[in-house]
């Protein structure tokens, strides 16, 4: 199979910083399915320009989780370890923090796994059902990259570590479909600086798109006709992908499964319609 070629005038266009990371687990277990009926991967796109935006939002957030601790100022910033249902507080900070840097976009992907097909590969396979999962959301990086407002850009993926994957599988995965082998739609795949990197929490980025993969957390895990626990999702809702029409379904946020698993809520309708 042919490597994918990027033409070289693509290195020098202005870049995208995209951090990602993930939230729910991917097994299918009934334990694992009561305790987490999805699993969701969220990317935070910010123009390099902005990046300072990244770096004083984390800071802050980090200042605020740490102030009785105030000799640990750079301990990474954890969405399960520091912002707990009880502490609404943190996640209300969180949340407006997140919803002020202005030219921020965000992207979640999320799979429901009680809908998934009984039959279907990711059901045995994690490795698997991870590097699909990642493939739709770099999908929708690379669009939002090309369509960026003012011109197309290069965007630079860092993932967060996980555990006990092969992230170098994900790497050969992702090269086979970006090669043809596989149908994606047209993705532009060469407004994505190859290949994506997998770093450790220590990156502000990828602190701030656990945040956001925790709000969307607390939104899905609530009861379907409760608003409350998506007060805070709904205070970044302009900051997710739409369409040039505005639609917010399959283009900020995309569901693997049932749709209904997500449009069904009560909170859905204000958050789609902006």
Request: aromatic content about 8%.
């Given at each position: ?8 005038h ?7 910083h ?49 102030r ?13 370890e ?16 997140l ?6 976009r ?30 739709l ?32 599988d994900?790497?050969?995965?992702l ?16 407004h ?22 925790g709000l969307?957390n ?10 409350a ?5 709904q205070k ?39």
């Amino acid at each position: 199979m042919a490597a994918f070629h990027v033409p070289e005038h693509f290195g020098q266009l202005p870049k995208l910083h995209v951090y990602v990371d993930e939230t729910g687990d991917r097994g299918f277990s009934d334990r694992s399915q009561a305790q987490s009926p999805f699993f969701a991967m969220t990317a935070l796109v910010v123009p390099q320009e902005d990046e300072w935006t990244v770096t004083y939002t984390a800071g802050g957030l980090r200042a605020l989780v740490h102030r009785s601790q105030p000799q640990q100022p750079l301990k990474p910033i954890h969405w399960v370890e520091h912002f707990k249902p009880k502490h609404p507080e943190r996640r209300s900070w969180a949340a407006q923090a997140l919803a002020s840097i202005p030219t921020a976009r965000v992207i979640h992907v999320i799979a429901h796994k009680a809908t998934l097909n009984q039959d279907n590969e990711m059901r045995r396979d994690k490795g698997v059902f991870y590097n699909f999962t990642t493939r739709l959301l770099l999908e929708r990086v690379a669009h939002l990259a090309r369509e960026w407002p003012g011109g197309k850009r290069l965007a630079i993926v860092r993932l967060g570590q996980v555990k006990h994957m092969d992230h170098q599988d994900c790497v050969s995965y992702l090269d086979q479909v970006r090669s043809g082998n596989g149908e994606t739609y047209g993705v532009p795949w060469e407004h994505i600086k190859w290949p994506p990197t997998w770093e450790n929490t220590m990156r502000n980025g990828i602190q701030l798109a656990d945040v956001h993969a925790g709000l969307l957390n607390s939104a899905l895990s609530g009861h379907p006709q409760d608003t409350a626990c998506a007060a805070n999702l709904q205070k970044i809702s302009h900051q997710l992908r739409r369409s040039a029409r505005g639609e917010l379904l399959g283009y900020g946020i995309k569901v693997i499964g049932d749709k209904r698993f997500v449009t069904d809520r009560a909170w859905w309708a204000d958050l789609k319609n902006l």
